[in-house]
């Protein structure tokens, strides 16, 4: 279930994807604002919500799994020398109020709480942007400020013990078809090959689509990519791969994805040509 206030981003009058901003869900699915769903413009869905295999995964979003202990991810928490475990830890990032609010995206405010406590105090920025008759592209970015008085640091499964699991940042859980889809950058290809590397882009192709993600600032472009494609299909950028990402009282982490989301199956040179039209108009 979800409240009214729930924006529907559009492009020439065409709706692409809704933005819910206070989302009903139970405090182990870390409750916050998410996308979904999002669509090509030729109306074909290209995120999931709550799937059987992961029901924390919440559309296109911003999750981490661990800010100084409390999981923002939603689901298990992985515990050095214990695995997965069920904790009481889970936080919620709550829409505090839109400063910007337009048919085709919106600057809007959130407060990270956990454990009766505001960590974080994030401004989102979305927008919606056609690129051609057959591709979109929507520009995230999100900045997270540290409001306690103390240092804060994120984490991930990966800093936490559990190699190649540095999930934790922008987050899109793609849909699941019959088909496991294929994924490839300028110059490799396969989950195995691309997981935890970095590259300017990245694309995941399904049937009928194509989504391309890309980091659009030299910090962002730093960070790897997580890369799910035969468990699940799912793109990420990962804040604290090999170690924490330490926060300062009072300073600001800032990240910027811009996602071409395309009808059809686009190879590399497509890709890489809508890919600099997003990011450099």
């Given at each position: 279930m979800t409240t009214t206030d729930s924006p529907v981003l559009r492009i020439a009058g065409r709706p692409v994807c809704r933005y819910v901003t206070r989302p009903e869900l139970p405090a182990r699915l870390s409750p916050r604002p998410y996308l979904h769903p999002v669509t090509t413009l030729s109306g074909t869905a290209v995120t999931e919500l709550s799937p059987a295999d992961h029901t924390h995964h919440l559309g296109v979003g911003v999750a981490?799994?661990?800010?100084?202990?409390?999981?923002?991810?939603?689901?298990?928490?992985?515990?050095?020398?214990?695995?997965?475990?069920?904790?009481?830890?889970?936080?919620?990032?709550?829409?505090?109020?839109?400063?910007?609010?337009?048919?085709?995206?919106?600057?809007?405010?959130?407060?990270w709480v956990a454990a009766g406590g505001e960590l974080l105090r994030e401004r989102r920025t979305v927008a919606a942007t056609e690129l051609t008759d057959?591709?979109?592209?929507?520009?995230?970015?999100?900045?997270?400020?540290?409001?306690?008085?103390?240092?804060?640091?994120?984490?991930?499964p990966a800093t936490n013990g559990r190699p190649g699991a540095a999930y934790g940042g922008f987050f899109w859980r793609a849909r699941k078809e019959d088909d496991t889809p294929d994924v490839f950058t300028a110059d490799r290809e396969g989950e195995e090959e691309l997981h935890g590397t970095r590259a300017d882009w990245l694309a995941l192709a399904g049937t009928g689509w194509t989504l391309v993600f890309a980091g659009a600032t030299e910090q962002t472009r730093r960070d790897p990519w997580f890369v799910r494609t035969a468990e699940y299909p799912g793109v990420g950028s990962s804040l604290a791969h090999r170690e924490r990402l330490p926060i300062a009282p009072g300073d600001t982490v800032v990240r910027r994805i811009v996602t071409v989301v395309a009808d059809g199956r686009l190879d590399r040179d497509a890709a890489a040509a809508l890919v600099r039209k997003a990011v450099n108009q």
């Open positions: 981490v799994p661990d800010v100084e202990g409390h999981n923002f991810w939603g689901g298990r928490t992985y515990v050095r020398d214990q695995g997965p475990t069920e904790l009481d830890n889970h936080g919620a990032q709550r829409h505090t109020a839109f400063q910007l609010r337009d048919p085709d995206g919106f600057v809007e405010e959130l407060r057959a591709a979109w592209a929507l520009d995230f970015t999100f900045s997270l400020t540290n409001v306690t008085p103390d240092p804060l640091s994120i984490g991930s």
